[in-house]
């Protein structure tokens, strides 16, 4: 089993819709989740993390964590063309105090429809 | 330009010849890290430093990679007698040394063994 994992995608959604990514992870004692997006040939670029239970919305993404499932989501809202490219999850088992490494998932593609 | 910077960007060799990378990273960050990815998949976590000493390595990371960070400020990331599957994104991340700790990453180096 994979520590993190997403599903590839494509994921493909019309203009305006909501898109809903999803990330599993396997260690427990992991505490602190993160989405970064990658555009094609560029580098990750943070979007936002979570560390509480619950929903955490900033503008128009949303994180959504729930440890008991070991599950992180995050949501689009009104999804615009230029949100196509990669999501990754990325995990990290410490929360503060310990630089701890980033583990990714293989990112999912997505895809924003006119 | 506050964000971490790398160098080169593009760095195409013949195997078997030795290669380093600079990264740079975000001024008051004293937390800096190494990552490699390859197409298709997430960021690979390489190594880890705090300020000047390098705290964790991956147990992937063989012999002929090493990295340093003399002053606690930039890295170097040296792979000698390269091989066609160095060919990759290496990518440098920061973090500050307070708060959630969050990474961001600079532009990447993509090298190209031939």
């Known amino acids: 089993q994979k520590e993190v994992e997403q599903n590839s995608g494509p994921l493909s959604v019309p203009e305006g819709a909501i898109a809903s990514l999803n990330c599993t992870y396997s260690?427990?004692?992991?505490?602190?989740f993160f989405w970064y997006r990658q555009y094609s040939g560029k580098s990750p670029e943070l979007i936002m993390f979570?560390?509480?239970?619950g929903d955490k919305e900033d503008g128009r993404f949303t994180a959504q964590l729930n440890k008991a499932s070991q599950y992180v989501s995050l949501l689009i809202r009104d999804s615009q063309p230029s949100d196509s490219a990669t999501y990754l999850c990325?995990?990290?088992?410490?929360?503060?105090?310990?630089?701890?490494?980033?583990?990714f998932g293989t990112g999912t593609q997505l895809k924003v429809e006119l | 330009d506050t964000g971490v910077s790398q160098d080169p960007r593009h760095k195409i060799t013949k195997r078997g010849q030795n290669v380093t990378f600079r990264c740079d990273p975000i001024?008051?960050?004293?937390?800096l890290y190494w990552y490699r990815q390859t197409l298709g998949q997430g960021p690979e976590f390489l190594t880890y430093?705090?300020?000047?000493?390098?705290?964790?390595k991956s147990r992937l990371l063989s012999d002929r990679f090493s990295a340093e960070r003399p002053k606690g400020s930039f890295s170097t990331l040296e792979i000698q007698r390269t091989e066609q599957g160095d060919s990759a994104m290496y990518l440098c991340?920061?973090?500050?040394?307070?708060?959630?700790?969050?990474?961001?990453f600079g532009p990447g180096t993509r090298l190209l063994v031939l």
């Open positions: 991340a920061s973090s500050p040394p307070t708060g959630i700790e969050t990474q961001y």
């Open positions: 260690d427990r004692g992991s505490q602190s």
């Open positions: 979570i560390y509480s239970n």
């Open positions: 990325a995990v990290r088992v410490g929360v503060t105090g310990g630089g701890n490494k980033l583990t």
């Open positions: 001024s008051e960050h004293n937390r």
């Open positions: 430093f705090q300020n000047e000493a390098q705290l964790e």
